[in-house]
């Protein structure tokens, strides 16, 4: 496995230098994008990496995975009034759609769906920005998980479309919270920095019928889990989910810091990680590098082969 | 597991009488909406059924998933140039995303990414409506499978929101056959008629690496099975694909007609019926029906039970 | 007032050569885009004209205004039933607002609104082509207008995007005859010929309360006329009317043929004539000449200079 | 004249109790919506009144005239770089159109338009809400004029769909101040209360070539004041702008607070008010009220009778 890990970064190394690093904030815009790194944990707790996936980045949107196990951890079914489980068929960041479904969100893995979670959850904690540190230093299995503050202040201060939607959402009674302090919550869990290797960990409960690999933490139900896989396969790569689900076949979600992660159920966690972005605002070379995996592995959830 | 699909039919009976026919022409409308049959069969040659498994009804939509083997048959990668496979977050003949993405259907199973490929496949066959009824036929191995006549004839009559897609892709310059004779093909199509068992066939091969369990029949490669599967899972089920992943997490086609055939890569291909529709314009009973079954047996594709 | 026109023409003629004449079918896309005429006509009789006044053009969109009338006089305030007068705020031939809003369209002057309101004129009249290119030989005083029949078929060769609109329409149950009929008479209409003197005959009326000049043929009443105004005003050229209204303030309707014609209530029709069109379809050159006219003689109907 | 206008106060009365009061704010919901008043000003200084014409209502979105009228008078036609004069065709307040058309507002007098305004004379006046107030003192000539702070402050609590345009214009680079700060100032603007009589003197202008009619004061140009008035015929009624042209013809401006100002260019101002709203958003009686004054007396701008 290592030494197939080992060939197929080799194989897309050629594509290092496509795409483009995101560029709405500068403390994003200046990420070396020749970076790439992977990791793999087994649900045996095998643990494979190549490349550079002990370095630290910025999770950004697969924080909306943590954000939403928080959400349903403590609120259950009763999220579902707030925010729908539909594919958006949209940019991840139209206000179009929102408005035309009167402020629900279609999931929560669009901006607009996130920032929901993000009110739900504001209403529930106390120190959010600490509880959602918090969990996800335990996931990780890593006390030095931070929030890059740099990453965060700018991200507030490029807030306007987000919060163009927050207030939209508030303008059909769907947000309940001040505004600008959920923004600064969730612009916070945006800038929560993790490496491939803390991000396999962190999502080992996917692959595991909701168990921490490493500590067996209880994070969800078994049905929870494969709810939440259902969501990543269907909603968790912006505008690409299809194309991800057609080239991929495994439930997954995507950061514009580069990251994807993405579950094989019942065996893996992999999180892949190059800065430069496709058109669709994924990692152009994890998508390649995933899709590689697929091919030579097999691991489609849409396969028998795999079972 | 003839005991189990007996007992989850007589669990739902109670839903029988809600919901509500499809209604847009008289030939549907007047099916008895309280007929409910299913049928499995395993890739073991093992078929199971129960209640009203082996009563003929219009496929209509499920058509789509045998048009596009068809397309792909023929055709390959080279299919996609003219339509996606990202879910289309709108009603499924909706036409707003068709003219704001330049007349590119988002997928094969909405109308107009339907239309699209019998306009495909009507460039490829002299005789596409029985090229499509024989494929069918051998696929489903019955003979006896026909399109009915008065249903085609009725739909044609009621074509207009459809010739309005077609019409408004041939603007774009992607239809490029006479709109009235494709839309005579679709339909016809659309109004074959089969039985859960018939389709339970017609569709093992997806569940069996590509080739149809009674006759070995190659359809599709391994990975363009895998693929057609992954279709199915993020965009099979007009705008409920989300909740059908997260509810039952299975790929799945459904049809107006009532019908909703399902597959478990590698084990069964499942087919349920019940002509009653809920809101998304899907079978009311046999939504709850594939609930209960994947709850029961743990059959979701994004759940490490089933492994 | 004649020296005026010619020195008004001389200003514009350095802007021959910019824009681009219609291009969507052969027969338009071969017009010499240097031509340029005016014609004005006051309701005390006297005719001016300047340039190629006396130059038969393809008419297009002008002929709306009679599809108009032609459905007003015949069928009154039941007409807007079926349709509005607001102004869309689209491209003119968008289907977006047109399934919003279920397939009532904004107003006559787009064309979704006047393929209705030919439905209409189709349910009406025997043979809607002839009784239309009458009634426009009559109101321009002129037996020899006819239309162009390689115009005619070569527009209802390209109906896709027209054909569209009227199926989704039918759809909607807002089209009431066969939608190929109906489209050969509107593209007849469209293909109607005439020059810049013609024109401002066959528009004296509105500027004469509803009576033809040359002939004192009763074509509308005061009110009628007034609203026909009205609805140019707000809705005339395409989605510039806010723009014609904010720079030349006359009631107008333009058309792709490059003609723009004008009312000033109680003094003047106006035509102005040059095949090259902005951006937005309407003649560039044409709005130029408008323009400097409502500075120079400052007719706009929303300045007290002009009362 | 007076007699007129009592005459069709009278013939509207049996409408009172039809429509429903603005109910977004208390403040607003709170009002009798059985009052009716109706001022109308000559340019040669006669005043006509009847009903509850003296009595200060809200005067809402009529105050987007005047905070036009500023921002034209310091900033001229570049202004129109950042806001288009074309009618919207959409309700008020959607962002959909918005957001296609990348954050630049169609017209002033929709919410977003009417915001970018705001934002133009939020950059220019050091005090933005006393220069408005004192702006519309001097054109009423009543030193009286206030701002209900109540109202502003329960406009600024329900601020969230104003909000989100904002900041969905900053999100385009279409909004340079600070969203709160020119939130208040708007919702300042729209709370001023001002009665019919002092309302058609502060309309004086727009029938006076630009002038004041008590003071001589120099407001905008001719050409400017043609302009507004233009855009207010095509623009000024919510999406009812093609309706109140085609049954009154006059360049109008409404608000949600019941008010209707009305501009015959070179004779009158007039300003009806009936706090009831009909669907648009405009009052429904005095919608009425204007008709039959337009009917009577034949002064659509659209009409040669008026002439």
Known sequence: MQALLESILDD????????????????????????????????????????????????????????????????????????????????????????????????????????????????????????????????????????DRVVAESEYQHRARNAAMAYLMQSFGNFHNDVEAVLKSYFHHCALTASCVDLVRGFSFLANGGRCLHSDEHILTPRQTQQVNAIMATSGLYDEAGNFAYRVGLPGKSGVGGGIVAVVPGRYSICVWSPALNASGNSLVGMAVLEKLSEQIGWSVFSPLSY
Request: charged fraction near 15%; proline fraction near 6%.
């Open 12 to 147: 897309v190394r050629p594509l290092l230098g496509q795409g483009h690093v995101a560029s709405y904030i500068p403390a994003l815009a200046d990420v070396d994008p020749h970076q790439l790194g992977i990791a793999m944990l087994g649900t045996d707790g095998a643990l494979y990496q190549a490349g550079d996936a002990d370095t630290p980045f910025s999770i950004q949107s697969i924080s909306k995975v943590f954000s939403l196990v928080q959400a349903i951890s403590h609120g259950g079914e009763s999220l579902w009034e707030r925010l729908g489980h539909e594919p958006s068929g949209q940019a991840f960041n139209s206000l179009v759609q929102l408005e035309f479904e009167k402020g629900r969100p279609r999931n929560p893995f669009i901006n607009a769906g996130a920032l929901v979670i993000a009110d739900i959850n504001q209403s529930r904690y106390a120190a959010p920005i600490l509880s959602m540190r918090d969990l996800v230093r335990r996931m990780t299995n890593n006390v030095h998980i931070i929030s």
